[in-house]
């Protein structure tokens, strides 16, 4: 008897909520949607109580959850923060959104709906198993992450605090409009990236969207004000804001295709301002 309760004792303890604490940072969390199973990996801050804010963060091309939690920086802002740091993980190599090239290659096109669902999947276990405030979360993605963000923003609006898209946006065509309600948006982009240039380029059979019309659908979307310039350290943004209060902010540095973690933190600082 005493054997039995004590391994009871020890699955409790290892997986409360279904799995919560047999993941975490180096070992990675599942999600199963519709019978395919998914992955994340999380960080908790330290002597954390519930509820607390957190960075969903989407990797780039052929990256992943646990480089993403290898990011010395991002672990040190999540900490001085005080919130958690979630890291998603695409099921392949890349995001599965509208125009990715390994689409259109193989002559397929995706809607995006099975990235849809994993994203709601996980925000409702980041609240669920973690105590997570779901207001509080900000989406933010590096480069193919920078996309996947940007679709979020125009598929899951409402299911934020904001958006902080780095160095990506659509694939062609940018959309007309987004099905969901418009957030607060921080786009931040290098003046001199060549990866993922501000107006796109081509790969393979498909091309990059152009970030002007990307900022310029979401702005009739979101009925964002004219722009107003406004200097920010080393970020060159101009800044439109809504009737209500919600924003929309495109930033350049000098520079190319990198990710500054000071950028995230501003964005983080404006988004939890509002």
């Not at 993980?89 to 849809?116: L, Y």
């Not at 590096?142 to 990506?168: E, I, K, Q, Y």
């Not at 080393?234 to 930033?251: H, I, K, M, S, Y």
Request: with cysteine; hydrophobic share 45%.
């Amino acid at each position: 008897m005493r054997i039995w309760m004590a391994l009871a004792l020890g699955l409790a303890m290892a997986v409360p909520g279904g799995q919560a604490a047999a993941c975490g940072a180096d070992t990675d969390c599942l999600l199963t949607i519709d019978g395919v199973e998914r992955t994340y990996r999380i960080r908790m801050p330290e002597g954390s109580t519930s509820p607390v804010g957190a960075v969903l963060y989407a990797h780039g091309y052929k990256g992943s959850a646990a480089g993403a939690m290898r990011n010395k920086a991002l672990a040190e802002m999540a900490n001085d923060l005080g919130i958690a740091m979630v890291a998603a993980k695409s099921a392949g190599d890349d995001w599965k959104i509208p125009g990715v090239p390994a689409e259109t290659q193989d002559g397929k096109t995706t809607d995006g709906a099975a990235e849809f669902a994993y994203f709601d999947a996980l925000l409702d276990a980041m609240a669920t198993r973690y105590g997570i405030d779901p207001a509080r979360v900000m989406m933010t993605g590096f480069s193919a992450g920078g996309m996947m963000t940007w679709n979020l923003a125009c598929h899951r609006g409402d299911r934020f605090a904001g958006f902080a898209p780095v160095a990506g946006t659509f694939w062609r065509p940018v959309p007309d409009t987004c099905p969901s309600p418009a957030s607060s948006l921080v786009h931040i982009h290098g003046t001199e990236d060549r990866i993922v240039p501000l107006s796109g380029r081509p790969i393979a059979q498909t091309h990059q969207g152009d970030v002007a019309r990307a900022l310029a659908m979401y702005t009739r979307h979101g009925a964002f004000g004219e722009a107003v310039s406004e200097r920010r350290g080393e970020l060159a943004c101009e800044v439109r804001t809504a009737p209500d209060g919600r924003f929309l902010d495109f930033c350049l540095f000098e520079g190319g295709h990198s990710f500054r973690i000071s950028h995230l933190r501003m964005a983080w600082d404006r988004l939890m301002t509002q």
